[in-house]
């Protein structure tokens, strides 16, 4: 009888480490879809920035086309953040993860990557430029997110029937702005000729 229950008991208890074992196979299969979600998933910064700050972000591509005709691409989303004051701008990959982030203020300006390193320079387009590899007008893209040209005063501007700027030349790039919603807007085509090669930035706004 004793060794009967003892049976019972012990094929009981190997059912409840099987069911145990399922439980924490599942868990562990719940955390790791978790996991890649937040790996995949953009970023939004947090921190100093107020709660109240200006925002846009969605997708860029850079095109450089050499005088060869040879060209170099890089594409992947950005997210935008601006008090007026300080600003933060962070470039992430096609799949969503962070490759770099540049922020500052008015005549400070850091670049940190996803590795930990950081770089510092007065000039955001410079940071920009050594983590994508070509040249991005950073210190533009507070006024023209707005759609407003800025400062300095811009040439062959262009306004719609609306008084909204749609093109203009400034800082040496050429800027076209569409698809104006109520915050700006949420197309910008931005061209730089330099020595040797043609530069296009495309940048379109798909959230706010």
Known sequence: MTSVASSAAGSAARAALRVWARAGRGLAAGMALLTVAACSTIPKPAGD???DAFARGGRFAITATEADGAQQAVQGG?????????????LTTP??????????????????????TSLQAADPDTLAEDALGSPVPVSGLRDWLRGNPGQPAPTDLQNDAQGRPTA?????????????????????????????????????????
């Open 49 to 51: 920035i107020a709660t």
């Open 78 to 90: 950005f997210i935008w953040r601006d008090d007026g004051t300080r600003y933060r701008l962070d």
């Open 95 to 116: 799949l969503g993860s962070t490759e770099a982030r540049v922020e500052g203020q008015p005549g400070a300006a850091m670049l940190t990557r996803a590795n930990g």
């Open 168 to 208: 203009f030349s400034q800082r040496g790039w050429q800027a076209r702005l569409s698809r104006y919603d109520a915050q700006g807007p949420q197309l910008l085509v931005l061209e730089r000729q330099e020595a040797g090669r043609r530069i296009v930035v495309r940048l379109v706004v798909d959230t706010q």
